[in-house]
């Protein structure tokens, strides 16, 4: 019968069949997993011609900018300025005018690759003036703050001092241009009738054409021209025998000790093939007081019944270093050279100053100046007019480069 028909053993299902199967599949799991993964960290770096992030398809028309090729014009004489970087306490308003200066400088130009109107433009110079009246003290506390004034002798030694000015103005012009060039361009085009347009491939921000196109090509003419002067003035230095007169009272005095551990090492295609270990320690003696040729100023008010000393802030009077080398292993490929050893000198020197100049030493010098000038002229001020108080003021006194170094400019 049809129902009862045999119809055979049903088909046998082979391993390699099930094998291969199982084996796309897996190779198809495998793909998916790795497109979304793709997907999700990967974001391909594909320049956008209106500059910024690649993801973002509209950007509102007042915020392109649309550059245009301008040549940079600092404005700023580098011999004149590494002078004024030398002193700045001295030369207090040149440094402000070098400030100035420079900022406009950098202004114009980012004003000229945006290629904004004249009448904007035009605004440029009294919209920064509205902000060069704090900017320039920013400038100057910071510059001060970050450089050692009374350092000229060693870092004439070790010809570092002009090099030493420019790498502390960097520094502090780092700090202020990107929020400078953001502040007076935006007040402008607020203002102003043009709005930014953006074109072209690997568009800049204001800020970073300020600092790739305006401060870093001037630091680096100013770092050329810090090295010649700075070999020159060394090569002159102390060739003749100098003797002058001092008045000078030193109230505190560090002593400390530090060291420091360099390894130099001789790449061949990338690979270290020898080093040299340097272990350097080194004292310091280091005085504080007041230069009494500066200022020492003694006055009697009749109506206050006050006698008032007046001294200068207190500086660094000497400062006196002795590096010892502890170890020296030259690797078999490497010499060691002259300078190694007198940047690693100049470096604990100058972590020595920059250690007590961090300190409390100068209050602490003034306190002793203090006690000082009453053990020496109470006697005399109550033997004028018992009424008579002692007063003691301190006052900053702009430092005048020294004769001996004056001659080697």
Known sequence: MADNEYQGPPPIKRASSIYSIGKKALIITMLAVTAMILLKYYKPNIPNPLGGDPTITHIPKELHINYIPAEYNANVDEEDALVILSNPNRYRRDFDQLVYDFNLSLLEHVANRMDLSTDIKSRLESEYQKHHSYLKDLYFQDFIALKDTTDSYQQLWYETENANAVEV????????????????VTSLLQSGSSPLAGAGKYVETPCGVALKEGLQPMMKRL??????????????????????????????????KKGLNTELKTNVWGVNVSSTDIEISAISILKIG????????????????????????????????????????????????????????????????????????????????????????????????????????FKKVAQEVDADLSSLN
């Not at 590096?323 to 300078?339: A, N």
Request: a negative charge; aromatic letters at 8%.
């Open 169 to 184: 103005l960097n520094e502090v012009a780092s700090k202020y241009t990107c929020p400078m060039i953001n502040t007076v």
């Open 223 to 256: 770092e050329a021209k810090a090295a010649i002067a700075d070999f020159s003035r060394a090569k002159g230095f102390l060739e003749e025998k100098v003797e002058k007169a001092i008045s000078e009272l030193a109230t505190m005095e560090v002593r400390d």
């Open 290 to 393: 007041f230069k009494l040729n500066d200022l020492f100023e003694i006055s009697v008010d009749e109506k206050r019944n006050a006698v008032t000393v007046t001294l200068p802030e207190p500086q660094i009077l000497s400062h006196e270093v002795y590096p010892r080398v502890d170890k020296l292993e030259v690797g078999w490929m490497r010499e060691v050279q002259d300078e190694d050893f007198n940047k690693n000198f100049n470096l604990l020197r100058r972590e020595f100053r920059t250690d007590a100049l961090n300190s409390d030493i100068m209050s602490k010098a003034k306190q002793e100046a203090v006690e000082l000038m009453d053990l020496m002229f109470s006697p005399v001020v109550a033997g004028l007019n018992k009424r008579y108080k002692l007063q003691i003021r």
